[in-house]
T-cell receptor, first 111, second 113 residues
């Protein structure tokens, strides 16, 4: 079983739609969480960190559920430019503080 | 924008050649990483370093080697390139004060003929 699991998609949605991605992690010692965005043939870039209380950045909302060990990302009012792969990332403190990347969820926003 | 650089951006080379992929960062980060990623596939960690003179192998076995003689520089070397090495190689760095958020370079796209 992978340490960080995501539905690979693709999620095909029309412009303006609301879309949500979930991610589950297996190690309960995980301490910090991120969502990265990766455009086709580009490097991953940090989209947002995920805090225990949940956080919002414009159209993007991230939630953390420690009891169920999952993280979510909600995108409201989808834009064509949101089309990308979204990577769920978990940091397990202790074992060298390494980030573990999920396989990514691909989003395609259509006009 | 992150201050992490990779050269070359694209490399097409014949089988058997020795190659070195360069990675430099000006953020003073102690931790640096090399990932391998095929198109449409997930990232695989192949090497990492906690600081100068520290190198460790990652989750994915790789025939490449790395060195860390200076904080800002983390080159990756393939002694004898093969077509199976064709992939994108991404370098990253991080610091603990930012929860080890990783900053990525633009990548080197390697094609071995």
């Amino acid at each position: 079983r992978k340490e960080v699991e995501q539905d690979p998609g693709p999620f095909n949605v029309p412009e303006g739609a609301t879309v949500a991605f979930n991610c589950t992690y297996s190690n309960s010692a995980s301490q910090s969480f991120f969502w990265y965005r990766q455009d086709c043939r580009k490097e991953p870039k940090l989209l947002m960190s995920v805090y225990s209380s949940g956080n919002e950045d414009g159209r993007f909302t991230a939630q953390l559920n420690r009891a169920s060990q999952y993280i979510s990302l909600l995108i409201r009012d989808s834009k064509l430019s949101d089309s990308a792969t979204y990577l769920c990332v978990v940091n397990i403190y202790g074992a060298g503080n390494m980030l573990t990347f999920g396989g990514g969820t691909r989003l395609m926003v259509k006009p | 924008e992150a201050d992490i650089y990779q050269t070359p951006r694209y490399l097409v080379i014949g089988t058997g050649k020795k190659i070195t992929l360069e990675c430099s960062q000006t953020m003073g980060h102690d931790k640096m990483y090399w990932y391998q990623q095929d198109p449409g596939m997930e990232l695989h960690l192949i090497h990492y370093s906690y600081g100068v003179n520290s190198t460790e192998k990652g989750d994915l076995s790789s025939e490449s080697t790395v060195s860390r003689i200076r904080t800002e520089h983390f080159p990756l070397t393939l002694e004898s390139a093969r077509p199976s090495h064709t992939s994108q190689y991404l370098c990253a760095s991080s610091e603990p004060r930012r929860m080890d958020e990783q900053f990525f370079g633009p990548g080197t796209r390697l094609t071995v003929l």
